[in-house]
């Protein structure tokens, strides 16, 4: 079971004390510090960053860490309790929960899940082209019955697939320099396993993917955070500084439409970058499932590690990885991902993979065997539907929340907007009670960072964005009603 250290649940819980369920300031309603407090700590379960059967700190050693009285911690837990969002187990304390994973009906959960919009994952619907490519698969299926079914490296066929895209793509590729694997998590997370130990550095950008921050902890990772901001990308001087310091023994980039960010790094960047992590013996790991979504681009970047001198057919350097999957341009449903690497490391990775899962499954893989034969075709329709998406977005947020900045992105899935104040927190809870989910900009940030920031998808349809921003300007009338730059009260609250 982990563990959430008072220490690390008072960085993640921030500016707390102006919290409120309907996301006012405390003071404003006449909440007690107590409900507060909750509200905080009850979005931290509901966007992941504090994962479901994590043990909380003692009530002795937060107060004393937040500087409240043990009886304000008494009062939050005994709410959060009763909302379902904390059991009590003896002889291990106070575990974070969600209502209906136990306790509740499962099917009261499910009927109020049913209402909300989510706008809390950056994802597509399948594309329309799967379910023939489904029906093809199946055919084909019968060929491979005879065999164990456990395939750890990958078809023959995939990987060669996959190497010819990346060829397409301007990287020569041979099969042997591929790996299938179940998403683009897992990949993340094996190489995590594999690059990392214990205590190790792990540089990371920062906002970034969580799950990915996730996967590297897991794995013994230390984070080391680089900055990529909406208007100026990736900091040369903040990348070279924090690789010739922390030596960290991977990167984990997501170089092509960065998430949340949308920003992509430019070819002179990406050439010092590879320099830098070769200098000090750095894998980086280059996140390219937004890399093909491009929406305006006439021509688009090469793969990253085609500006690093290793991307010729039987390289054997391992100093960078390239991580895709089907997750953002076929469907979520389809569990297919790669990663591109020396064949030194793949053989690592098949030796590894055991201990997690044994294999990727064989009718999945030749779904995508059919599909990267119509792969520009799936390609196209998605950068159409994401261009009316992100338009459509961009025109509804100037419409309704104009005070908000908003940058123009060429590619991807997402906008990460600027609400001109530390409120996302407070604002998501707000949404909530609009019938609107959203992750918070603290999400993709490390110890509560990002709080000016919201990232809000346009993979939505023209309908479900309408309404998302109507209930949004809702919850955002509802901050401002009260004033959003007072802090002064804040250390009154308790």
């Known amino acids: ?202 540089l990371v950008e920062s906002p970034s993917y969580p799950h990915a921050f996730e996967a590297l902890r897991a794995a013994g990772g230390r984070l080391v955070p680089v900055g990529v901001s909406t208007d100026d990308g990736w900091d040369d001087d903040a990348l070279e500084q924090a690789l010739q310091r922390s030596s960290p023994a991977l990167a984990y980039l997501m170089p092509d439409f960065h998430n949340p960010t949308g920003r992509v790094m430019d070819a002179a960047t990406r050439e010092r970058l590879l320099d830098l992590a070769g200098r000090q013996g750095t894998v980086v790991i280059a996140d390219e499932t937004m890399a093909e979504l491009d929406i305006d681009f006439g021509e688009r970047p090469l793969p990253l ?85 992100r338009d459509h977005l961009e025109a509804a947020l100037a419409r309704e929340l104009p005070e908000w900045n908003v940058p123009h992105v060429h590619g991807g899935l997402t906008v990460w907007a600027g609400l001109g104040h530390p409120v996302s927190s407070q604002l998501t809870m707000a949404a909530r009670g609009e019938g609107l989910l959203l992750a918070s900009g603290p999400r993709f940030g490390i110890d509560g960072a990002f709080e000016r920031f919201l990232r809000i998808p346009f993979s939505h349809t023209p309908e479900e964005t309408d309404r998302a921003i109507a209930a949004l300007a809702r919850a955002w009338a509802s901050l401002t009603r009260h004033s959003l730059t007072d802090q002064e009260y804040l250390a009154e609250v308790v």
């Open 305 to 389: 590690a085609a500006y690093g001198g290793d991307g010729g057919p039987g390289a054997v350097s391992a100093s960078t990885v390239l991580v895709g999957s089907f997750g953002k341009t076929v469907w979520g449903g389809v569990r297919i991902g790669w990663l591109r690497a020396a064949p030194a490391l793949i053989q690592k990775l098949v030796r590894a993979r055991p201990a997690g899962d044994l294999g990727t499954p064989i009718l999945e893989q030749l779904i995508a065997i059919d599909l990267l034969g119509h792969y520009d075709e799936v390609l196209e329709l998605r950068r159409e539907q994401l261009r009316r998406g």
């Open 1 to 202: 079971m982990t563990g959430v250290s008072a220490r690390i649940l008072d960085s993640l819980l921030s500016d707390w004390r102006g919290t409120s369920t309907l996301g006012v300031p405390a003071p404003a309603t006449g909440m007690p510090a107590y409900s507060a407090l909750a509200d905080r700590i009850r979005l931290l379960i509901l966007d992941g960053r504090i994962q479901v059967g994590a043990r909380l700190p003692a009530e002795r050693d937060l107060a004393q860490r937040l500087g409240v009285s043990r009886t304000t911690i008494t009062s939050t837990y005994a709410e959060l309790r009763a909302s379902g969002y904390l059991t009590s187990q003896r002889g291990s304390g106070s575990i974070a929960g969600l209502p209906g994973l136990p306790g509740r009906p499962v099917a009261m959960a499910e009927a109020e899940a049913s209402t909300m919009l989510d706008l809390s994952k950056a994802a597509l619907p399948a594309t329309p082209l799967l379910a023939d490519a489904a029906v093809r698969a199946a055919q084909q299926l019968p060929a491979y019955l005879g065999e164990t079914g456990f395939d750890p490296v990958g078809l023959p066929r995939l990987r060669q697939a996959i190497a010819d895209r990346y060829t397409a793509r301007g990287l020569p590729t041979e099969p042997g320099q591929v790996m299938v694997t179940i998403g683009a998590q897992h990949a993340i997370a094996l190489l995590s396993r594999v690059l990392l130990h214990r205590g190790d550095a792990a």
